[in-house]
């Protein structure tokens, strides 16, 4: 896959006590948003954290990390959506990013998690021309996002249902926006929706 | 022309942490220097140590111990364990009969099930 400078979106259900061991990543700003469960990570620069829902991790592998994911719980599961983003430049230094943020800022409006300048706080800071947002959205209400020209997007639908300018789209499903200067996305029935929104060049 | 990448094998023994630690680096320069890396970590032997209690119960859980498909699929090993462990503490000859060791062991195993 490859959409601009994105190149993966994985969803993973990893069940209680389970996860992936060590294993290597390079040149990659590789984020982790959790919608359910904790998911425990360890790596080679010494981090370790523990990340739930409403939090932002930003692990950027530049010149080379080697990490390890798992459930962070023996008894429930966990679901996460990791997407892997091409960076600006590579051997760039590897670090780490997690922040959370309130509930409610993603609430009926598209919360800020990551752009390449700290420009509200708290988010991550990622190593390309790219911004990505959260956005919740109760039954009926709207949320817009207007692009600058030459940008792109793609809006992965990480639970309910969601219509993007008159598309209804459900849980898994994505949409690919190009020659667009708006979006209009709407909760629909029967419980609204989340979405991930990433505002590409 | 790019090269393709060299994959390394990297094989450790740890009960508190420390030769993983060092074995995590190894693998991390690996990466730098482009190489692909698989980290397996050699069954314990069942060690009860208080004090690693807790990085022994989780490298039980996060590791894997070598396979035979490891072997074949590695160009380069690079072996971590401490000197005890190894049987290298007396002299160079032990030092050397080790890397023997670990090299025709190796070959056996590629050699007899590959």
């Known amino acids: 896959m490859g959409f601009r400078a994105l190149r993966v979106m994985n969803e993973d259900r990893i069940a ?27 790596d080679s620069m010494g981090e370790q954290h523990v990340l739930g829902p409403n ?21 429930e599961p966990v679901h996460v959506i990791q997407i892997w983003i091409s960076p600006q430049a590579e051997d760039l230094e590897p ?70 300018n008159g598309q209804l789209l459900s849980e898994g499903d994505a949409a690919v926006v190009s020659a667009e200067r708006e979006l209009s996305l709407i909760g629909i029935e029967p419980a609204g929706g989340e979405v991930l929104l990433f505002d590409l060049r | 022309m790019k090269a393709s990448p060299v994959n390394v094998l990297v094989i450790f023994y740890s009960c508190c942490g420390r030769t993983e630690k060092l074995a995590l680096a190894a693998a991390v320069g690996a990466v730098q220097a482009r190489a692909n890396i698989r980290m397996r970590r050699l069954t314990d032997s069942g060690e009860q140590i208080p004090e690693c209690k807790e990085a022994l119960a989780r490298m039980r859980k996060e590791y894997v111990p070598p396979a035979q498909t490891d072997v074949v699929w590695a160009d380069a090993v690079i072996i971590g364990m401490n000197g005890k462990v190894a049987g290298v503490v007396e002299d160079a000859a032990q030092a050397t009969a080790f890397g023997r060791r670990i090299v025709g062991e190796t070959r056996a195993i590629r050699e007899g099930q590959g």
């Open chain 1, 16 to 42: 209680p006590g389970k996860g992936f061991g060590p294993h290597a990543h390079r040149d990659m700003e590789i984020l982790t948003y959790v919608l359910e469960g904790k998911l425990l990570h360890r």
């Open chain 1, 55 to 75: 939090e932002i991790q930003m692990m950027s592998a530049g010149s080379g990390v080697v990490h390890s994911e798992f459930n962070a719980s023996e008894t």
């Open chain 1, 95 to 164: 670090s780490y990013q997690q922040v959370a943020f309130a509930a409610e800022e993603k609430r009926g409006r598209l919360r800020l998690l990551a752009a390449p300048n700290l420009s509200e706080k708290p988010m991550t800071v990622i190593r390309q021309d790219a911004r990505v947002y959260a956005g919740e959205l109760a039954v009926h209400e709207r949320v817009k996002h207007t692009f600058d020209a030459e940008r792109y997007a793609w809006v992965q639908v990480v639970k309910g249902n969601v219509s993007i």
